[in-house]
């Protein structure tokens, strides 16, 4: 049997399970066991760019937190590496061509997205190249002065404090 990529969390929804289609279709817990599947959390990754004092943020178009400025970021899509997404992530909502500068940390607390479980890992990384413009899921992009912030979505503000500390060493 060849080996599928599946990522199954939160509310589930399955197009396609062994060849049979489940098309909008809810798959109870229960019924993963048919299949020894389980349950996982989602994998997400976040960026934090610092400029002059001043970190990205951008305003989330979409719910959760629709309006709400938050750090770059998104989920992680099969076959791809944690860097490879949050690169990914930022130039999708951003314009801004990126490079890891350092593993900042993972946050995972259960609660930190209303959509399910979804565990964060959080890069520092530094501008290569691009131009700021929001896009995909950001309905703008812009640099805050970490001393004024907004009022941030999900953890983030425990983020960019977790960043502060790492920064100042």
């Known amino acids: 049997m060849t080996k599928k990529c599946f ?3 939160g509310k589930i929804l399955a197009l396609n ?3 049979k289609r489940y098309s909008k279709k809810i798959i109870k817990k229960r019924d993963l066991k048919k299949y020894n599947l389980y349950l996982h959390p989602a994998l997400a990754v976040d960026g934090i760019i610092e ?7 951008i305003k989330r178009k979409n719910n959760p937190f629709k309006g709400c400025f938050a750090l770059p970021g998104g989920f992680v899509e099969c076959g ?8 990914r992530e930022i130039k999708e909502e951003t ?10 940390g993972v946050y995972s607390s259960p609660d ?11 890069f520092v990384l530094d501008v290569v190249g691009g131009k700021l413009k929001a ?17 941030l979505a999900f953890d983030h503000e ?12």
């Not at 314009?95 to 500068?101: Q, R, S, Y």
């Not at 425990?158 to 060493?169: E, L, Q, S, T, V």
């Open 51 to 57: 400029k002059d004092n001043k970190v990205l943020l």
């Open 17 to 19: 399970l062994f060849g």
């Open 95 to 104: 314009g801004l061509i990126t490079k890891v500068k350092s593993l900042l």
């Open 80 to 87: 791809e590496t944690f860097e490879e997404a949050v690169i």
């Open 135 to 151: 896009g995909d899921d950001a309905k703008e992009a812009e640099f805050f002065d970490l001393n004024n912030l907004p009022k």
């Open 158 to 169: 425990k983020i960019i404090k977790d960043y502060m500390r790492w920064k100042n060493g």
């Open 7 to 9: 990522c199954i969390s």
């Open 112 to 122: 930190r997205d209303p959509r399910g479980h979804v565990i964060s890992i959080v």
